[in-house]
Nanobody, 121 residues
Framework: VQLQASGGGLVQAGGSLRLSCAAS????????MGWFRQAPGKEREFVAR????????YYADSVKGRCSISRDNAKNTVYLQMNSLKPENTADYYC???????????????WGQGTQVTVSS
């Protein structure tokens, strides 16, 4: 599956953004999907994950209560709604698809190109 992330941009602290990740192929609905982020000079870190049927959703502790992951299998798209953004949330955000796909980046098979999120103070 090929992934294309979008929706990043510049936002003030306290603002919101909705990231989207569009997938190609007819097998999207069989993949677990995840969002990760990578700030300059830091390792890629897990943000959120949603199972193939939206039945299991998991968030990193750092984003609980401020992020919401969802998917629309009819549109081959996964979303990440981010609220109350902070400057430390500035990073490139990546979507990923995996048959296993949980919190470990190695459990994902395909990655999108990343969309940049910049939060100004």
């Amino acid at each position: 599956v090929q992934l294309q992330a979008s929706g990043g941009g510049l936002v003030q602290a306290g603002g919101s953004l909705r990231l989207s990740c569009a997938a190609s192929g007819r097998t999207f609905s069989s993949y677990n999907m995840g969002w990760f982020r990578q700030a300059p000079g830091k390792e890629r870190e897990f943000v959120a994950r949603i199972s193939w049927n939206s039945g299991n959703i998991y968030y990193a502790d750092s984003v609980k209560g401020r992020c919401s992951i969802s998917r629309d299998n009819a549109k081959n798209t996964v979303y990440l709604q981010m609220n109350s953004l902070k400057p430390e949330n500035t990073a490139d955000y990546y979507c990923a698809a995996g048959r296993w796909g949980f919190t470990n980046p190695g459990s994902y098979d395909s990655w999108g190109q990343g969309t940049q999120v910049t939060v100004s103070s």
